[in-house]
Nanobody, 127 residues
Framework: QVQLAESGGGSVQAGTSLRLSCAAS????????MGWFRQAPGKEREFVAG????????EYVESVQGRFIISRDNAKNSAYLQMNSLKPEDTAVYYC????????????????????WGQGTQVTVSS
């Protein structure tokens, strides 16, 4: 079971950027589709972005399309979420997650499809 640890969260002003990192230990990440989720107080955990095993395919929730970029570096066993033009509604705890995937094209959208989760990192965006 891969173990994940997020970093890079913080408190920023609206319109600025943050880059979240997800470092993995254990099995190589190249066997896993990766995803970023977020959860705001009182709300359900929400899919933000997903990336297939070899980065062939990426998917985003509509609210972050064009502002966030998901990427990965399998050689470094890491995944990233570049967040630009941040808005107050992006405030949440952000989690990275890994899902075993047999094909290089698979992207997972539902939290239940992921087997490994990080502890989360807080992102707070003020107006």
């Amino acid at each position: 079971q891969v173990q994940l640890a997020e970093s890079g969260g913080g408190s920023v002003q609206a319109g600025t950027s943050l880059r979240l990192s997800c470092a993995a230990s254990g099995p190589t990440l190249s066997n896993y589709a990766m995803g970023w989720f977020r959860q705001a107080p009182g709300k359900e955990r929400e899919f933000v972005a997903g990336i297939s095993r070899t980065s062939i395919r990426t998917e985003y929730v509509e609210s972050v399309q064009g502002r966030f970029i998901i990427s990965r570096d399998n050689a470094k066993n890491s995944a990233y979420l570049q967040m630009n033009s941040l808005k107050p509604e992006d405030t949440a705890v952000y989690y990275c997650a890994a899902s075993t995937a047999k094909t290089v094209f698979a992207v997972r959208f539902a939290p239940s499809e992921y087997t490994s989760w990080g502890q989360g990192t807080q992102v707070t965006v003020s107006s």
